[in-house]
């Protein structure tokens, strides 16, 4: 076993923090909460498949999902729901085309995604520590994404660096998630 392989082994678990944190609180969670729990862990599935597959394919199917279970979360009517879900479609077969005639990692689709959801939390600053965890988690995330694509093909080392700080950067998130979970919540209702 390698030290690069046990480190992308904690790094694919780590999505399932906040839904086993949430799983062992003895207390009411509301629905909300267990939604962005389930955003989060739904990267899990393509870390799964990344170990025997082409990790950039597993890539490509993880943003939509989890942009859009916090976008049902927040948007509060079906129809602006639909239509981010119909834009995040079309980009998303757009970066999927990009990717077949150049292997990679995607740039475009995951700048789509978590960008709408960083913008979704910078518009609700009524959010507190939740706002906090999903600006890290997908704004920060995001920035550390585009600097690991920028170096993936450049340097094995600062990709490596790079690779670390957008995982950090998730990670970070997933625990201000665990604590905005046991603070007081704002009143809201899955669209």
Not at 15 to 34: E, F, M, Q, S
Request: aromatic share 14%; glycine share 6%.
């Amino acid at each position: 076993m390698t030290w690069t392989w046990a480190i992308s082994e904690v790094a694919h678990q780590s999505a399932l923090i906040p839904l086993g944190w949430l799983t062992l609180r003895r207390t009411t969670v509301p629905v909300h909460l267990w939604w962005i729990a389930s955003a989060f862990a739904v990267s899990w599935l393509p870390d799964l498949w990344a170990h025997w597959g082409n990790p950039w394919i597993g890539s490509l199917l993880y943003p939509l999902t989890q942009s859009m279970l916090i976008a049902l979360v927040f948007v509060d009517r079906p129809r602006p729901a639909l239509d981010l879900l119909v834009g995040l479609v079309a980009v998303g077969l757009v970066a999927a085309w990009w990717n077949g005639r150049h292997p990679g990692p995607d740039v475009l689709f995951h700048s789509a995604a978590f960008g709408m959801v960083t913008v979704i939390a910078w518009k609700r600053p009524q959010l507190g520590m939740l706002r906090t965890s999903l600006l890290v988690s997908f704004g920060l995330w995001l920035v550390c994404w585009w600097c690991y694509v920028a170096f993936a093909t450049i340097s094995t080392p600062l990709a490596w660096a790079t690779w670390g700080a957008f995982q950090t950067a998730r990670l970070v998130g997933m625990v201000l998630f665990c604590i905005a979970s046991v603070r007081p919540q704002p009143r809201l209702q899955v669209a």
